[in-house]
């Protein structure tokens, strides 16, 4: 028998896709889709983030997770909508820069913790000084996806405004690689706006201080470009759209189509300018499509992205890796299937990083940490096609290259192509790939000559000190042949060792 099939059902037995696949997993994926909520809501409203998140352990494999924000709050009646429905949210139809995209995260993380320990999701909310905070405890509704309220009522709470979940769910706490600590650190590196207050289940409160008070600029909100609209959807938007005939139709649905351009359009398709969107014959559509595909438009607006900067990625990551040089790059906006991106890179290099192991390569995607299926990643392969011993760092075939060095590297765009939904890998299509080499090798070339510059004064202390071996000798026989003091000697061939050695490579500097 034959019968529909809900959103909800179908994560139920797929949570793997979500991230949930296991309990050490799925305890990563709940802090980062709440902290990412929190990040984003916080911008919104161009207030400088402070987000607080506990873990506690009640038994074992079953822990409390509590993550609050100084965000704007969520009104009373999106709060059961937001929190207890799958494929809901702002984001997904939005071309802005934003963290979450899918509308899926958060409610997944509910509808996890209801099937492993059959305990709701609680949230507090209030969005004002002189408001009361509104409080639910809510389930989800696996075969409408609809959330049902368990719990409802109004409670004082001393913050100005904010929002505030609990979950009870089946997990697993794990120190070190891959961890929620690892997370924590690194969002603290791409949000150096921001500060983080954290509780792991063994150790006491750790708190990441902002590096700067300087917030991410407001991205705008674009229309899509025509060269990243796929025929299937064209369809769908002649037949939905508003516009009166086919020429408003291009140049109020898309970005960068004038009436020149969309004139041009209609006559390569051989189409009527003023015809009705909604009459155009399917094969109309197709040659529609085609023409779009031949003639030159302008790339999409940039606005609507939202770089770190180099200055701020440097003290992002400067207050969290103790190195001694550090270099970063901002690339300029790209663009792949019609959709902008940025790519920015920044490499750290000594002090106390350690110089026998491969790199520690940082993935982040609109500042947002990726730390599993690294070997998946646009960003890893293209790391490992760069040729990493032009740039001083030893490398073998196929691999990471080795040294005292952390690599990180930071896509912004309206629309992440990540490999799945788990949100962990880029995809590699060429225009990212390109971008990113092309960021690493200038970081490269940056690492290179201060790497020279070092390898240069180490050779010149080297020099020194074969130079000091002889001075005692040499002041002894030229105190016989002058008669000068000694230790006016000594003190004039130290000089001249410091000239001719380690003074010349600082004048190269």
């Given amino acids: 028998m034959q019968r529909e099939i809900s959103i909800s059902e179908f994560f139920t037995k797929n949570r793997h896709l979500l991230g949930f696949d296991s309990p050490r997993r799925a305890l990563m994926t709940a802090v980062k889709e709440a902290v990412d909520n929190s990040l984003d809501a916080c911008e919104e409203i161009g207030v400088l983030p402070e987000i607080k998140l506990e873990i506690k352990k009640v038994e074992d494999k079953r822990y409390i997770l509590v993550v609050e924000d100084n965000g704007p709050g969520i009104v009373k009646e999106q709060i059961p909508k937001i929190f207890g429905k799958l494929l809901y949210g702002s984001k997904f139809h939005k071309l802005a820069v934003s963290r979450g995209q899918q509308g899926i995260g958060i409610s997944a993380t509910a509808l996890y913790a209801q099937l492993t320990t059959g305990k709701g999701i609680k949230i507090m909310s209030k969005t004002g000084p002189r408001k009361k905070a509104h409080f639910y405890e809510l389930h989800l509704n696996l075969k409408t996806n609809d959330s049902e309220i368990v719990k409802e009522e109004e409670k004082e709470w001393d913050k100005e405004h904010g929002t505030k979940l609990q979950v009870v769910m089946e997990a697993d706490y794990v120190k070190g690689k891959r961890s929620v600590d690892e997370y924590i650190k690194e969002s603290a590196m791409a949000n150096p706006h921001a500060t983080f207050y954290y509780k792991s289940p063994v150790d006491d409160w750790v708190v990441f201080k902002r590096a700067t008070t300087t917030m991410p600029k407001e991205p705008k909100e674009i229309k899509p470009h025509p060269y990243g609209v796929e025929l299937g959807i064209l369809m769908r938007m002649l037949k939905e759209t508003k516009a009166k005939t086919l020429q408003q139709f291009l140049t109020s649905e898309f970005s960068r189509v004038s009436p020149k351009i969309a004139k041009e359009i209609c006559e390569k398709a051989k189409l009527y300018e003023r015809a009705r969107p909604s009459r155009i014959a399917r094969q109309e559509v197709d040659n529609l499509y085609k023409a779009i595909q031949q003639v030159k438009i302008m790339a999409?607006?940039?606005?609507?992205?939202?770089?770190?900067?180099?200055?701020?990625?440097?003290?992002?990551?400067?207050?969290?890796?103790?190195?001694?040089?550090?270099?970063?790059?901002?690339?300029?906006?790209?663009?792949?299937?019609?959709?902008?991106?940025?790519?920015?890179?920044?490499?750290?290099?000594?002090?106390?990083?350690?110089?026998?192991?491969?790199?520690?390569?940082?993935?982040?995607?609109?500042?947002?940490?990726?730390?599993?299926?690294?070997?998946?990643?646009?960003?890893?392969?293209?790391?490992?096609?760069?040729?990493?011993?032009?740039?001083?760092?030893?490398?073998?075939?196929?691999?990471?290259?080795?040294?005292?060095?952390?690599?990180?590297?930071?896509?912004?765009?309206?629309?992440?192509?990540?490999?799945?939904?788990?949100?962990?890998?880029?995809?590699?299509?060429?225009?990212?790939?390109?971008?990113?080499?092309?960021?690493?090798?200038?970081?490269?070339?940056?690492?290179?000559?201060?790497?020279?510059?070092?390898?240069?004064?180490?050779?010149?202390?080297?020099?020194?000190?074969?130079?000091?071996?002889?001075?005692?000798?040499?002041?002894?026989?030229?105190?016989?042949?002058?008669?000068?003091?000694?230790?006016?000697?000594?003190?004039?061939?130290?000089?001249?060792?410091?000239?001719?050695?380690?003074?010349?490579?600082?004048?190269?500097?």
């Fill in 300 to 509: 999409p607006p940039t606005n609507c992205l939202t770089p770190i900067g180099e200055d701020i990625l440097i003290k992002g990551i400067k207050k969290e890796v103790d190195a001694e040089f550090y270099a970063a790059v901002t690339r300029p906006p790209a663009v792949y299937r019609g959709n902008p991106f940025q790519i920015e890179c920044c490499i750290a290099y000594g002090g106390s990083i350690p110089a026998d192991n491969l790199v520690n390569v940082i993935r982040f995607a609109n500042r947002v940490p990726l730390l599993y299926k690294q070997s998946d990643c646009a960003i890893t392969k293209s790391i490992i096609a760069t040729a990493w011993r032009n740039y001083g760092l030893s490398q073998s075939k196929g691999a990471l290259p080795t040294g005292p060095a952390v690599i990180a590297v930071h896509m912004n765009s309206v629309w992440i192509p990540f490999t799945s939904e788990s949100k962990e890998a880029l995809a590699s299509y060429p225009e990212i790939v390109k971008e990113i080499k092309l960021a690493l090798q200038e970081c490269g070339r940056k690492l290179a000559s201060y790497v020279r510059k070092i390898k240069k004064i180490e050779h010149e202390k080297k020099r020194q000190k074969i130079f000091e071996l002889y001075i005692d000798e040499v002041t002894e026989s030229l105190h016989k042949l002058t008669g000068e003091d000694k230790a006016e000697l000594v003190k004039h061939l130290h000089k001249i060792s410091e000239i001719r050695t380690i003074g010349e490579s600082k004048d190269e500097q």
